[in-house]
């Protein structure tokens, strides 16, 4: 979580939860940890709930599937596994919002990593399907998805993962359990000697990693997914407009939750580099302001399986074939079977439109 230590315990331009001098005054901070014991546990319960419901749904709809059609598909359901195990570390920062934490150091190494992997990976899981969506209109002369470029898939995937665990490992190393006589808390603590270039340094790369370049990416791959959609012949403009529709909702929600969060990150690390932060009511603000802007950045988790699967047909005509054959196991046969999921063949290349319910269908058509 967003909460660090110096070993300097009177180190006026920290902007954690814990007291500091400000001009020789002593910044109590018993009010942000007032507000934190309410605010955090509410808002991580909701998004528990309601994470796990939308992101198992899809687990259980894709791993249901006897074939992954497209490297989308992957990252789809690696994105619900990710937020899943998001979402699992929840109730452990609630209760160590209210009651300080109480699990011992090894558990508070383990679900800060945990934390910051996941956050990471599904940041660029959220980038990779750009890029695969960007594909879906460029050339493909295969022209179908084989076992080489399956594995390919997997490759790309557990690249992503060992990126993004690599992103967590200073919480993995720096994470502990720091005592004081306000409380017990799961903090990063660095060495005096490296605690402010170190931390300015993660808050940096965080902003860059986890939010700028993925934002830099879906917004380049969906102009071009737009142009081409907006070009496409022999379809209807209802189903273009839909479709881009989707893609402005992506970026749209990704910037909505994910901007307010990093540019406090970006505030801290400027804070930090040239101890900007001097009064104790603006240090209780930037401290009130992280965890209202995180909290608004973990219901990304929330809401990625209705950007990336509800809004599409070709999820929903996955479910009801799976409640189709859990129907027909049960020995109830539906009367009405759903209108399958239509796909903008967009191969720029051959300039090719078709529709298709293969499922041996490649990246070089974009399902909406």
Same mark, same amino acid.
């Given at each position: 979580m967003e909460d660090f230590y110096y070993e300097d315990d009177d180190d006026s331009h920290s902007n954690d939860t814990y007291d500091y001098n400000y001009e020789h005054t002593v910044c109590d901070k018993e009010a942000v940890r007032s507000f934190a014991s309410v605010f955090l546990p509410v808002i991580?319960?909701?998004?528990? +709930?309601?994470? @796990?419901a939308g992101n198992a749904l899809v687990v259980v709809v894709y791993t249901s599937k006897l074939r992954l059609r497209t490297l989308?598909?992957?990252?789809?359901?690696?994105?619900a596994i990710s937020d899943l195990l998001l979402l699992f570390t929840l109730p452990f920062w609630a209760a160590d919002a209210v009651h300080g934490w109480r699990l011992g150091v090894a558990a508070c190494k383990l679900t800060s990593f945990l934390y910051s992997t996941n956050f990471s990976? =599904?940041?660029?899981? @959220? #980038?990779?399907?750009?890029?695969?969506?960007? $594909?879906?209109?460029?050339?493909?002369?295969?022209?179908?998805?084989?076992?080489? %470029?399956?594995?390919?898939?997997?490759?790309?995937?557990?690249? *992503?993962? +060992?990126? #993004?665990?690599?992103?967590g490992l200073p919480e993995l190393i720096f994470s502990t359990v720091k005592h004081s006589h306000h409380r017990i808390a799961c903090t990063a603590k660095y060495p005096h000697s490296m605690a402010r270039p170190a931390k300015a340094a993660l808050e940096l790369m965080e902003v860059i990693l986890r939010f700028l370049l993925? &934002?830099?990416?879906?917004? +380049?791959?969906?102009?071009?997914?737009g142009r081409a959609l907006s070009r496409a012949a022999g379809v209807r403009r209802e189903r273009k407009w839909r479709a881009l529709r989707v893609l402005l909702a992506v970026v749209a929600v990704f910037l909505i939750t994910q901007l307010p969060y990093n540019v406090v990150k970006l505030c801290r690390a400027m804070d930090?580099?040239?101890?900007?932060?001097?009064?104790?009511?603006?240090?209780?603000?930037?401290?009130?302001?992280?965890?209202?802007?995180?909290?608004?950045? *973990? #219901?990304?988790?929330?809401?990625?399986?209705? *950007?990336?699967? &509800?809004?599409?047909?070709?999820?929903?005509?996955?479910? @009801?074939?799976?409640?189709?054959?859990?129907?027909?196991?049960?020995?109830?046969?539906? $009367?009405? +079977?759903?209108?399958?999921? %239509?796909?903008?063949? *967009?191969?720029?290349?051959?300039?090719?439109?078709?529709?298709? =319910?293969?499922?041996?269908?490649?990246?070089?058509?974009?399902?909406?």
């Open positions: 991580y319960a909701l998004a528990l +709930v309601v994470g @796990l989308t598909d992957v990252c789809i359901l690696n994105l990976c =599904g940041m660029l899981m @959220l #980038a990779c399907i750009s890029v695969d969506r960007y $594909r879906a209109v460029s050339c493909n002369p295969t022209g179908r998805s084989g076992p080489r %470029v399956r594995r390919q898939w997997l490759l790309v995937c557990v690249m *992503l993962w +060992v990126t #993004a665990s690599f992103l993925p &934002f830099l990416v879906m917004v +380049v791959c969906y102009c071009w997914v930090i580099i040239y101890m900007l932060v001097t009064d104790c009511e603006v240090s209780k603000g930037l401290d009130r302001a992280v965890q209202v802007t995180e909290s608004l950045a *973990l #219901a990304h988790a929330c809401i990625n399986p209705l *950007l990336y699967a &509800f809004i599409g047909s070709s999820f929903r005509g996955h479910v @009801l074939k799976v409640a189709k054959h859990l129907g027909q196991r049960l020995g109830r046969h539906p $009367r009405h +079977v759903a209108e399958p999921a %239509v796909e903008i063949a *967009l191969n720029t290349c051959t300039q090719a439109q078709s529709k298709s =319910g293969s499922e041996d269908q490649d990246t070089s058509t974009f399902t909406i």
